[in-house]
């Protein structure tokens, strides 16, 4: 009976010890891996939705700049691609904002009759009378309703009055656009030949534009925490470089477009 005792003790501390390390090892890994997996998701949601971002902003501008010029009937002349009349407080709508300063374009056209309302509206849904022209304006600025979020904002204006058609309420197109830079391709009179690519402030007639190179630096939209703070700097079609020193990595989205509309009829 004293021999059955004995060899029925319970575990000594040495290996309660040791059993407890081993535990906090076991359960600090797996608490390692669930943070690095969540990280990870983080990281590729932030990534994803930034691209996304990129994307989308050009197909928008790609489609809305291919309008640019264009009237219903073909025997009239075209309109001036982009607007050069007053918006936003600017002597000049379509304008280079200069350096790293956002740009701003404003496309000129007849809108089409939309098929499913029977009316024509500008890119914010201002009604436009019949045979009369629009001046769809694309920049950048802060969104004061979701949360100062830096977005691709487009406004519809009436080029006769230089206002902005009612209701005047800007569209915000899409989020996390934080520069809109353009250079416009130039070329000779009467041909659709791009002889190179300059500002705005350096197109003397815009009738001779034949196309448009448009770039846009574009983040997730809310600031990140899950990446490193460092310097990261950025270079949008030339415009001289510009750096940020956070956690949030940006990224470069450029693309042309040849007008449709323009070099037909001089």
Known sequence: MIRSARQQQGFSLIEMMLAFVIGLIVAGSALQLMLSNSRSASVNEFMATAQENGRHSLYVMSRELRRAGYRTDAQTLPAEPFYTGKCQGAAVCTQDGGGTVSDRVAIQYEPQVDPNTGDRRDCAGGLVPDGA????????????????????????????????RAPGNPLALVQGVERLQAVYGVGPAGTTIIDKYVTASAVSNWQEVRGIRVGVLVSAGDSSRVFDQRIRTYNLLNSGSESFNDQTPRYVYSTAVRLNNTGLIL
Do not use: K, M, Q
């Open 133 to 164: 022209l629009t001046a769809d304006v694309y920049y950048v600025a802060v969104d004061a309703a979701n949360n100062d979020i830096s977005t691709l904002f487009c406004i519809g204006y009436d080029p006769v009055s230089e206002t902005a």
